[in-house]
């Protein structure tokens, strides 16, 4: 079995949490500070929409931005000679598109989840809001924002649609554990996707056991 999906994968989704976690957490800062309801409702509808989505139609969208055409992918390639379609960082951004609503929904309700008296206890110590957000809310909401993360690293594990729209399914570069599957389906070789499947099965059970833990801290937490 070649285990350079695996690989593949694993490096993605490693990769993209990393970008998704902090982009995350900033935006559901970002939504929490808005007074105005009617900003806050369309700036949550935008950064919620690739969770709808089709995932062929995010990667559609992705393809068109980061495509050789595309204002960002032409830029690129211009300027510094790097094509981003059909390249292994082309995989990452469809896992960060995909899995970055369901990381900052965790992120946002967590914030929201704060006991706000300790902020305000924060505040009339003398705390700075940057501090009071680093030293107080975040550390209160981190077994939520954790558990999100998880949530998140398994999404962008197991994406296979703005994957093959934007990375397309190269061997050895973009196939990720998702496309050789499919591949191996589509060519009849069902022992190796009995492989695949049973390898990304375990994967997936391990982060929704973890998940689960960071749930019942949270719940600790909260009683």
Do not use: C, H
């Not at 105005?36 to 062929?56: A, F, H, Q």
């Not at 990375?167 to 009849?188: F, M």
């Amino acid at each position: 079995m070649n285990l350079s999906p695996v690989l593949v994968s694993l490096k993605t989704a490693v990769v993209s949490i990393a970008f998704t976690f902090f982009l995350g957490i900033f935006a559901a800062r970002l939504a929490a500070g808005i007074r105005r309801k009617e900003w806050k409702i369309i700036l949550d509808g935008i950064l919620t929409l690739p969770l709808v989505l089709p995932p062929t139609v995010a990667g559609f969208f992705l393809l068109y931005i980061f495509g050789v055409r595309g204002p960002v992918g032409k830029f690129f390639l211009d300027f510094f000679s790097v094509k981003i379609a059909f390249s292994w960082f082309a995989t990452v951004l469809a896992a960060v598109a995909i899995s970055f609503p369901l990381m900052y929904r965790s992120a946002r309700g967590a914030l929201e989840q704060v006991d706000p008296n300790l902020v305000y206890a924060a505040r009339t110590l003398g705390y700075s809001e940057w501090n009071i957000f680093w030293k107080v809310i975040l550390p209160t909401a981190m077994p939520g924002i954790a558990a999100g993360g998880v949530l998140a690293f398994a999404r962008g594990l197991g994406e296979f649609g703005a994957t093959a729209m934007i990375a397309g399914n190269i061997a050895g570069k973009t196939r990720t554990l998702p496309l050789a599957i499919y591949s191996a389906v589509a060519a009849g070789d069902m022992d190796t996707a009995y492989n695949y499947v049973a390898i990304i099965v375990i994967i997936s059970f391990a982060v929704v056991a973890l998940m689960n833990w960071f749930t019942a801290q949270e719940r600790k937490r909260l009683k």
